[in-house]
């Protein structure tokens, strides 16, 4: 099926790691991309592609895909971290883009 | 710097007709494709439509009988027109560069690298 599926809220003690997952058929073959998204403001790219990194991005966040599963890593995640997290993924067969339903990330 | 700039009517009454037009600053449109996404308040993102700086569309097929995205380089600027608005519709409206990184034989893939604010428009009686 086209869609694909987040964690809907995922916490983590201020400088340690976290995972936010992303799961979907689409990424059996595909890239996924991750955004984040603080209140009030439009999305940022963080990852794109299989594990690539806008400029100005800080090299504690990557990306990495496994079967059906996409991963976003925070390694030492900070304050500014807290925000929320979206997947996406191209299903070009169909000529659809995907949306994952978001993680709210809390830095505790 | 690429900057976008969504403009359009921001309260409109269910069955009427949205139009937005992005306006794109700081670079071309060529090479590029365009995007139209939204976000109803409190919930997630939801990909509207893309269009190439050529004027090649794509659609979210649950949105693809009221929606259509077109193109005027000559303006810098894209637009996006939405049919038979219902309350459903209320949703901040983004615009965003779609940058392809890479290429294969069932088409491209990019990520969206500007990003306008966004705008609300709302739909009530």
């Known amino acids: 099926s086209s869609e694909l599926t987040q964690e809907n809220a995922v916490s983590v003690a201020l400088g340690q790691t976290v995972r936010i997952t992303c799961q979907g058929d689409?990424?059996?073959?595909?890239?996924a991309n991750w955004y984040q998204q603080k209140p009030g403001q439009p999305p940022v790219s963080v990852i794109y592609?299989?594990?690539n990194r806008p400029s100005g991005i800080p090299d504690r966040f990557s990306g990495s895909i496994s079967g059906n599963t996409a991963s976003l890593t925070i390694t030492g995640a900070q304050a500014e971290d807290e925000a929320d997290y979206y997947c996406?993924?191209?299903?070009?067969?169909?000529?659809?883009?995907?949306f994952g339903g978001g993680t709210k990330l809390t830095v505790l | 710097q690429v900057q976008l700039q969504e403009s359009g009517t921001g309260l409109l009454k269910p069955s009427e007709t949205l139009s937005l037009t992005c306006s794109v600053s700081?670079?071309?449109?060529?090479?590029?494709?365009w995007t139209w996404i939204r976000q109803p308040p409190g919930k997630g993102l939801e990909w509207i439509g893309s269009?190439?700086?050529?004027?090649?569309?794509n659609y979210n097929p649950s949105l693809k009988s009221r929606v259509t995205i077109s193109v005027d380089t000559s303006k810098n600027q894209f637009s996006l027109r939405l049919t038979s608005v219902t309350a459903a519709d209320t949703a901040v409206y983004y615009c965003?560069?779609?940058?392809?990184?890479?290429?294969?034989?069932?088409?491209?893939?990019?990520?969206?690298?500007?990003w306008g604010q966004g705008t609300l428009v709302t739909v009530s009686s």
């Open positions: 965003a560069r779609d940058y392809p990184f890479y290429y294969d034989n069932s088409g491209y893939y990019g990520y969206f690298d500007f």
């Open positions: 700081g670079g071309s449109m060529r090479t590029y494709y």
């Open positions: 269009i190439s700086h050529t004027g090649n569309t």
């Open positions: 689409s990424l059996r073959a595909y890239f």
């Open positions: 592609g299989r594990n």
């Open positions: 996406t993924s191209r299903d070009n067969s169909v000529n659809l883009l995907l």
